[in-house]
């Protein structure tokens, strides 16, 4: 039977040692631990598409939620669109019409089921939490109940790390600069613009290309980014530099 006041105060208390920058991870391994699942992410998103700070249990995890975010498609777009968890007990099924270039590369990983979690304060949608599991199956009974933990206690986490940031100590999630909530990853955003200005086409289709370069060259986003902004790259074949 699940405890869920146990099951919190092992989280807050993992949570409680350490560095304030590693909490998510921290929280995302605390969840492997307790779960009956492999792996776990968490991710901020924003609603045009953007992404902030992540945590993972591991450097595989770390990477599939990387991927969702360059491919555009998922269970934490699905999650973060609708407001409601996306539970998916075996990828082999519907998934690989669903999200057809993201499911063949989780199955690679040796994962087969994912199960992802809106971490949000009524309207207010936050981020995600993905779970990955290598074996088949529904998340159900005290599983389920277990896993609604943990999404609420990572997203009380972020706005506490919110709160701190807002009284003028720092944000260590997200580093020096903007509100959390509203940040997208820093690079992208800046390469986004910078794709605009070279195709002379919106935000949208900015990312979009940017997304679709990284997918077809098998890097993700951010490392598309990082080169479009130190001018290595260029989405429009132009001179470089």
Known sequence: MSDPGRLR?????????????????RLCAGAVSALPVDGAAISLTTDAGGRGYTGASDP?????????????????????????PVLVGDLTGQAARRWPMFTPA????????????PLQIGAI???????????PGPLDGD???????????????????????????????????????????AEVHQATGMVMAQ????????????????Y????????????????RLRLDGGRLG
């Not at 989780?106 to 979690?117: S, T």
């Open 125 to 135: 949608r936050l981020g995600i939490l993905d779970l990955l599991r290598v074996r």
């Open 9 to 25: 105060r092992e989280l807050r208390a993992l949570l409680a040692h350490g560095s304030d920058a590693l909490a998510l991870d």
């Open 60 to 84: 595989v995890s770390a990477h599939l939620d990387d991927l969702q975010f360059t491919l555009g498609e998922g269970p934490c777009w699905d999650a973060a669109r609708h407001g409601h």
């Open 216 to 231: 077809a060259a098998g890097r993700t986003a951010d490392e598309v980014a990082r080169d479009i902004v130190a001018r």
């Open 143 to 185: 599983a389920l109940a277990d896993a609604l933990i943990v999404a609420d206690v990572a997203t009380l986490t972020l706005i506490d790390t919110a709160a701190v940031g807002s009284r003028g100590h720092g944000d260590p999630l997200s580093g020096p600069g903007p509100d959390i909530f509203g940040m997208y990853r």
């Open 106 to 117: 989780v199955l690679a990983a040796g994962y087969q089921a994912i199960f992802a979690f």
């Open 199 to 214: 195709l002379g086409v919106s935000a949208q289709e900015a990312l979009v290309r940017l997304r679709a370069h990284a």
